[in-house]
């Protein structure tokens, strides 16, 4: 469609936000913008949710101006509530992948820094493997090395 160039940002609601910065940090994200708590009318009007307050940061992987951002955020009013999808087999947003040439490789330097991952890397004939993982709350991550599908 004309017009839409591309994904800004994946939100992922947290309970926690500077637990869960320091865990995404070790995934190699770095803190791009700092929100710090606030909310107003237009938030509350865009959000469709009265009385919004909110902190967050916008994180990003390498130096591409352009790449597609994490907007991690943790309400304080209302507060995050629920749980995430307690498995991927459901309607929604099931998981973000990040890319990596080297899955096994960063499966273990997760692993050694307390990542608890679903299982153990699933290779594929022509070195194609992914292993999925959870953040701090429960929300579903995977690592994945894949070729680019054709555009």
């Not at 591309?6 to 939100?11: A, C, L, P, Y």
């Not at 909110?54 to 992987?61: P, T």
């Not at 679903?118 to 290779?123: A, K, R």
Request: aromatic share 8%; hydrophobic share 35%; with cysteine.
């Amino acid at each position: 469609m004309e017009g839409i160039e591309g994904i800004f940002h994946v939100n992922i609601n947290c309970s926690n936000l500077e637990r869960s910065l320091e865990f995404y940090k070790r995934l190699g994200f770095r803190v791009v913008q700092d929100m710090p708590s606030g909310g107003g009318p237009k938030l509350d009007k865009g959000m469709g949710i009265s009385n919004i307050r909110a902190k967050g940061a916008l994180m990003a992987i390498g130096n591409d101006p352009r790449s597609t951002l994490l907007d991690l955020i943790e309400w304080e009013n209302p507060k995050t509530d629920g749980k995430p999808y307690p498995h991927l087999a459901h309607m929604g947003t099931a998981r973000v992948a990040l890319r990596t040439p080297n899955v096994p490789k960063v499966y273990e330097e997760l692993k050694a820094k307390g990542v608890e991952f679903v299982s153990e890397p699933q290779v594929f004939p022509g070195g194609v493997a992914f292993v999925c993982f959870k953040d701090p709350d429960g929300t579903f991550l995977e690592l994945i090395n894949l070729p680019d599908p054709p555009r």
